[in-house]
Structures are given as structure tokens and as C-alpha cells.
């Protein structure tokens, strides 16, 4: 198994460029999640999802989309990118309320 | 909601000391705690974590963590360190029984372990 995978591992843009940060997990896990981490402030959830086709918003949602058209892949998407999301983004996946597995994370430096 | 407190932000020790990363949470109903480390550019793996049962529980690479519910803690200890504990940890709590799957993080303790 492969866990859960993040591509890309690092990713430079301009401010107003859009992109999106890919996520797929091979564990069948119902639960997706997205995370930023930034220095100071733990792990914030952007948004997440308890299966396909149904997604919802964490504490930091603003400027962020997702879908869930597969139990695998949970893509977020950065519409109209900022220098606040300069972050770490990562991807999480669990079955119901046990554990989270985490992806290697995404660097992402908006200039 | 929830919420996690770690209580402190950087804790240096020397190499073979003990140590103890405090965490306390709040919530309204059971829980589920963990905790998570997170080495150098890397992503987040789990230490150890309580869903039921014995209070005391044991994780990887020699660390346990006591779940206290009269004292909503759930502090991690290990009596001797190395300097390859040297990491960022992470104890976050879930809703027991929840069908949202959301995890809570407190700030994060840096460990770092001195020769």
C-alpha cells in the first residue's frame, strides 16, 4: 500500500494563479481531510469529506474548493491564490474517528 | 467544539533525561486522543493513541501518554530520550462516536533533545 500521496511536494505561484493539490489514499478510507500547518498554529482543517460526493468546510475554508468524486482522490483547489496561503498543506484520510494517516505534505510559497 | 491545549510550545532536554509533553483538551463529550510526531520536513505519524480501556498507553519508540478524564489531560512521557526524538509533537482529539471523522490539534511541542 501506498498510504496517502501528495503531489506536488513543492510548488511556487503568483499571486491571482489558480492550482490544485492533489491527494489519493489506497486504504478504502472513508474520511478525507485537508490541513494547513503553519509555524505557531498547529494544523488548521480547511475542509473535509465522509465520502464520495459529500464534502464540507472546516475552520479555514475561504479561497479554498474541493471535490469527492472518488472513495481515492480528494483534490483542494487554490482559486485565486494569495500570499496567506504560503503554507504546508496536508492530506489525511481515516476510517470514521480512528486514526489519521497523513500524506508527505505540499509546500506552497504564493508570491 | 473542541479544543487542545498543549501547554508548552518548546521543551529542551538532554540526551537520557526524562521527559513529559503536557496536553489538556475541552470537550463535552467522549473523545478519542492521540498523538502525532512530525520530524524535519516531514509529514505527521502517530505516536500512540487511547480509544478505550487502560488509561496508561504505550506508543512507538518508547513513549506512553496516561489518559486523566477527571483532569481532561493527556500528557506524553518518555524516560529517556534520544537525540532522534528531537521532533515537533502534536496531540489532537476526536469525538467519540463521530460520524464526521474530524481530528482537533493543539499548537504543537517542540522537543528538542541536546547531547
Known amino acids: 500500500n501506498a498510504g496517502v500521496t501528495q503531489t506536488p511536494k513543492f510548488q511556487v505561484l503568483k499571486t491571482g494563479q489558480s492550482m490544485t493539490l492533489q491527494c489519493a489514499q489506497d486504504m478504502n478510507h472513508e474520511y478525507m481531510s485537508w490541513y494547513r500547518q503553519d509555524p505557531g498554529m498547529g494544523l488548521r482543517l480547511i475542509h473535509y469529506?465522509?465520502?464520495?460526493?459529500?464534502?464540507d468546510q472546516g475552520e479555514v475554508p475561504n479561497g479554498y474548493n474541493v471535490s469527492r468524486s472518488t472513495t481515492e482522490d480528494f483534490p483542494l483547489r487554490l482559486l485565486s491564490a494569495a500570499p496567506s496561503q504560503t503554507s504546508v498543506y496536508f492530506c489525511?484520510?481515516?476510517?470514521?474517528?480512528?486514526?489519521?494517516?497523513f500524506g508527505p505534505g505540499t509546500r506552497l510559497t504564493v508570491l | 467544539a473542541q479544543s487542545v491545549t498543549q501547554l508548552d510550545s518548546q521543551v529542551p532536554v538532554f540526551e537520557e533525561a526524562p521527559v513529559e509533553l503536557r496536553c489538556n483538551y475541552s470537550s463535552s463529550v467522549s473523545v478519542y486522543l492521540f498523538w502525532y510526531v512530525q520530524y524535519p520536513n516531514q509529514g505527521l505519524q502517530l505516536l500512540l493513541k487511547?480509544?478505550?480501556?487502560?488509561?496508561l498507553v504505550k506508543g512507538i519508540n518508547g513513549f506512553e501518554a496516561e489518559f486523566n478524564k477527571s483532569q481532561t489531560s493527556f500528557h506524553l512521557r518518555k524516560p529517556s530520550v534520544h537525540i532522534s526524538d528531537t521532533a515537533e509533537y502534536f496531540c489532537?482529539?476526536?469525538?467519540?462516536?463521530?460520524?464526521?471523522?474530524?481530528?482537533?490539534f493543539g499548537r504543537g511541542t517542540q522537543l528538542t533533545v541536546w547531547p
Open positions: 489532537a482529539v476526536s469525538d467519540r462516536g463521530s460520524t464526521l471523522g474530524r481530528l482537533y
Open positions: 487511547y480509544l478505550s480501556g487502560s488509561t
Open positions: 489525511a484520510s481515516s476510517y470514521r474517528d480512528d486514526t489519521q494517516y
Open positions: 469529506s465522509v465520502g464520495a460526493g459529500i464534502t
